[in-house]
């Protein structure tokens, strides 16, 4: 149970182009969804959460406007990188929380998507 | 801010002996402490995680103890095998929020055969 599943896995594109992750909770509800990115040899640094319906969070020092989310569902998130330029390729990470009474219900995350801006 | 310092960055073991991962929190409010293990161009999994209500937790050969009063916790991985070799990183929630999670720089453990 709690899959979390990413697409695409491997994105290659332009400087200029826009892409759009999906991010799904396969067999469960989300009530939250967090967006990561991720540098080689480092450590997850949250981008931004969002919630079903609502506007995403967005932590400090990233830019909402570069990094669109979108959260239609209780199963799906987007990320769409808008205009991307070399320095935004990385490893992008969602995660999601299973919808839930319990408090601190863990994070499961899905399987990343390596972005490369040429 | 919450800060989670983790150590060591790199563990090397042979195979069977065990392997330990400590993390320390600054956020005395924080009471979620999950571990995973991310292996080369995948995601985190969760492996094991530990509520503040709790001061040890164990499944089959990997257990987490929890000290709050000192706020550090532990992982620690017995009779380790080839297929343990990943990248560990420990989080804590923090700021109160159900789910926020901040996590350590991560321990590369390698099990040599």
């Known amino acids: 149970g709690a899959v979390v599943s990413q697409h695409p896995s491997w994105v290659i594109c332009k400087s200029g182009t826009s892409v759009k992750i999906e991010c799904r909770s396969l067999?469960?509800?989300?009530?939250?969804m967090f967006w990561y990115r991720q540098f080689p040899k480092q450590s997850l640094m949250l981008m931004a959460t969002?919630?079903?319906?609502?506007?995403?969070?967005?932590e400090q020092g990233v830019e909402k406007d570069k990094f669109l989310i979108n959260h239609a569902s209780l199963t799906l998130s987007t990320l769409t990188v808008t205009s991307a330029h070399p320095e935004d390729s990385s490893f992008y990470i969602c995660s999601a929380i299973a919808l839930s009474g319990v408090s601190n219900q863990p994070q499961h995350f899905g399987d990343g998507t390596r972005l490369s801006i040429l | 801010g919450e800060n989670v310092e983790q150590h060591p960055s790199t563990l090397s073991v042979q195979e069977g002996d065990s392997a330990v991962i400590k993390c320390t929190y600054s956020d005395s409010a924080s009471n979620y402490f999950p571990w995973y293990k991310q292996e080369l161009g995948k995601g985190p999994q969760l492996i094991i995680d530990?509520?503040?209500?709790?001061g040890e937790k164990k499944d089959q050969r990997i257990a987490v103890t929890l000290n709050k009063t000192a706020k550090h916790f532990s992982l620690h991985i017995t009779e380790t095998q080839p297929e343990d070799s990943a990248v560990y990183f420990c989080?804590?929630?923090?700021?109160?929020?159900?789910?926020?999670?901040?996590f350590g720089k991560g321990t590369k453990l390698s099990v040599k055969p």
């Open positions: 530990i509520r503040s209500n709790v």
């Open positions: 969002s919630n079903e319906g609502s506007k995403a969070t967005y």
């Open positions: 989080a804590a929630v923090y700021g109160g929020s159900q789910g926020n999670l901040i």
């Open positions: 067999d469960f509800q989300a009530t939250t």
